[in-house]
């Protein structure tokens, strides 16, 4: 059975600090890899999609995929209170279909 | 960008009746949508895969009978809840498959349902 494991937090940082958040999955076919970010009550929102191993940047957030560890994580820079949200990672086998991580909860302090 | 829009955005029905979620695609063709359902604060759980042209997919203990999916053209699905239960209240999010140079998944807006 395909899993996405992802710690669910609450992970606690300070306003301006860098948060990182790890995801680690269980299918070695899976290609293509997806960051959502889910404030409570609405739907998830796309932050970044990586397919390769290595690092991509988009503004103050970094993706980096790792396949022969089978992980994959996104860095927050300069995390700002209005960061906080449930960050969901997203793993793709093949087959157009999601696998999702529960979530891991970022909670930014001013 | 691709945007998928649901609707309605909420809707409060009487127990026992049949709402229906539209999800549509509006600047690009999905030949895939996905629906997925979420408690709060669970995790998103898919539903069925939405296939142009075809009968969905649906995932193990969801009742195609009751969750009557239909998705008629490239740039709608629809999902009904048929004889909805209070336990069906839920967050029903539809989401995309984008084929365009690197495959993303883009998801709609969500439709909160009530049943009362």
């Known amino acids: 059975q395909k899993e996405v494991e992802q710690n669910s937090g609450p992970l606690s940082v300070p306003e301006g600090a860098i948060a990182s958040l790890n995801c680690t999955y269980s299918?070695?076919?899976?290609?293509?890899f997806f960051w959502y970010r889910q404030y409570s009550g609405k739907s998830p929102e796309l932050i970044m999609s990586?397919?390769?191993?290595g690092d991509k940047e988009d503004g103050r957030f970094t993706a980096q995929l790792n396949k022969a560890s089978q992980y994959v994580s996104l860095l927050i820079r300069d995390s700002q209170p209005s960061d906080s949200a449930t960050y969901l990672c997203?793993?793709?086998?093949?087959?157009?279909?999601?696998?999702f991580g529960k979530g891991t909860m970022l909670l930014v302090s001013p | 960008g691709a945007v998928v829009s649901q609707h309605p955005s909420r809707v409060i029905c009487k127990s026992g009746t049949s709402v229906k979620i539209e999800c549509r695609s509006l600047d690009f063709q999905a030949t895939t949508m996905f629906w997925y359902r979420q408690f709060p604060k669970q995790s998103l759980m898919l539903m069925a895969t939405?296939?142009?042209?075809?009968?969905?997919?649906?995932e193990q203990g969801v009742e195609k009978d009751k969750f009557l999916i239909n998705h008629a053209s490239l740039t709608l699905s629809t999902l009904t809840v048929t004889s909805a239960h209070p336990e069906d209240s839920s967050f029903y999010i539809c989401?995309?498959?984008?084929?365009?140079?690197?495959?993303?998944?883009?998801f709609g807006e969500g439709s909160w349902l009530t049943v009362v």
């Open positions: 989401s995309a498959y984008v084929r365009q140079g690197e495959d993303t998944i883009y």
């Open positions: 990586i397919y390769s191993n």
């Open positions: 299918d070695r076919v899976s290609q293509s």
């Open positions: 939405s296939n142009e042209g075809s009968k969905a997919t649906y």
């Open positions: 997203a793993v793709n086998a093949g087959y157009s279909t999601l696998t």
